[in-house]
T-cell receptor, first 113, second 112 residues
Framework: GNSVTQMEGPVTLSEEAFLTINCTYT??????LFWYVQYPGEGLQLLLK?????DKGSNKGFEATYRKETTSFHLEKGSVQVSDSAVYFC????????????FGKGTKLSVIP | DGGITQSPKYLFRKEGQNVTLSCEQN?????MYWYRQDPGQGLRLIYY???????QKGDIAEGYSVSREKKESFPLTVTSAQKNPTAFYLC???????????FGSGTRLTVV
């Protein structure tokens, strides 16, 4: 079946540090891939997405590249800010015929000044 | 602007009472979803609906009920049969495969 595995948290970084949050997915079909961000007390917001192999999604300084050969979609940011503190969820599309996303368990990021 | 609205943001109920959480979208999305989130936990799917007048159980449907009488609306009722209803509830909608979800801002339900 479809599954998404992302690195366990929590992750604590100093401001301006480099961020990587790993995400891998099962290779069933050719899914679209997503990263969502959830700030405390809020719903999830779409951060970026990629719809095919080698696509790079980017937004607000975050990037992720759809790697079919390694079935990965790792989230990166070159210099994190305190305002990036949130929970990050990786997700995959099930493919044709279904609208239901499969989410990873989420990774909590805390950025300290 | 289009979006998805959940109300209320905070809800308090006494044990044994049913409570209904509202979810409305004006995005013209076909599919709608309800998720439950507990502290430090991921998302667990309660119910989803891909078209009007049809819905399916998710992973944790016991103690919950839904209706989808209009495309725009997908209310969730938390019944007295739900053993641990205190949680953060998230509603989402989607236009279809490849587009991801749009989420509401959530309702925090506390049962005392």
């Amino acid at each position: 079946g479809n599954s998404v595995t992302q690195m366990e948290g929590p992750v604590t970084l100093s401001e301006e540090a480099f961020l990587t949050i790993n995400c891998t997915y099962t290779a069933t079909g050719y899914p679209s891939l997503f990263w969502y961000v959830q700030y405390p007390g809020e719903g999830l917001q779409l951060l970026l997405k990629a719809t095919k192999a080698d696509d790079k999604g980017s937004n607000k300084g975050f990037e992720a590249t759809y790697r079919k050969e390694t079935t990965s979609f790792h989230l990166e940011k070159g210099s994190v800010q305190v305002s990036d503190s949130a929970v990050y969820f990786c997700a995959r599309d099930p493919g044709a015929g279904s609208y239901q996303l499969t989410f990873g368990k989420g990774t909590k990021l805390s950025v300290i000044p | 602007d289009g979006g998805i609205t959940q109300s209320p943001k905070y809800l308090f109920r006494k044990e044994g009472q049913n409570v209904t959480l509202s979810c409305e979208q004006n995005l013209n999305h076909d599919a709608m979803y309800w998720y439950r989130q507990d502290p430090g936990q991921g998302l667990r799917l309660i119910y989803y609906s891909q078209i009007v007048n049809d819905f399916q159980k998710g992973d944790i449907a016991e103690g919950y009920s839904v209706s989808r009488e209009k495309k725009e609306s997908f209310p969730l009722t938390v019944t007295s049969a739900q053993k641990n209803p205190t949680a953060f509830y998230l509603c989402a909608s989607s236009p279809g495969t490849g587009n991801g979800y749009t989420f509401g801002s959530g309702t925090r339900l506390t049962v005392v």
